[in-house]
């Protein structure tokens, strides 16, 4: 058998590749923790603004069936109601959209998507009280007006509109 000898001054190897082992698990380590909660907290943003985009749209269908009631309630009525708005939800960037009764509020990035629907409410005994489609940056304006206003009963329609007092 052969048997191997250390010799002076080679004791101090193992020391320096002990420490650069060391220091790479370390570092992997870093990287992959810094990775698992970047990600969390992505998931954990993206969550609270689907919850936040699902309120809003929510408050905007409940804004245009209150008009739509006053209306059936009182034809000659108006009703109006000044909303203010977030001018982001969570870190995102949004718009509201309004197409054919149903309420989409978006991100700007297309990672959400909420939408809340007035099911045929703005039609009133046969007559349509139409909400005109648009798309609303509220980071732009703030908050937006829900009205409705006839002296004629058999006439009106609901309006989401900008607020004009702030713009």
């Known amino acids: 058998m052969h048997k191997i000898q250390i010799r002076s001054g080679d004791e101090g190897q193992s020391s320096i590749v002990g420490y650069a082992l060391t220091l790479g698990m370390c570092a992997m380590i870093l990287i992959s923790s810094t990775f698992l909660v970047g990600n969390y907290m992505d998931e954990r943003y993206e969550s609270a603004a689907k ?8 408050n905007i269908a409940n804004s245009i069936l209150e008009a739509a009631n ?33 309420i989409y509020v978006k991100s700007a990035n297309g990672k959400i998507s909420e939408s809340s629907t007035v099911y045929k409410a703005t039609e009133i005994d046969g007559q349509d009280l139409s909400v005109e489609s648009k798309k609303i940056w509220p980071a732009q304006y703030g908050s937006i007006v829900v009205s409705v206003s006839s002296d004629n009963p058999t006439e009106g329609s609901v309006e989401i509109k900008i607020n004009p007092a702030l713009y």
Do not use: C, F, H, R
């Open 70 to 102: 006053v209306k059936q309630m009182t034809p000659t009525g108006s009703y109006e109601k000044n909303m203010e708005l977030p001018d982001k939800i969570a870190t995102y960037n949004y718009y509201i959209e309004l197409d054919n009764g149903i």
């Open 51 to 58: 919850i936040q985009a699902q309120s809003i749209a929510n």
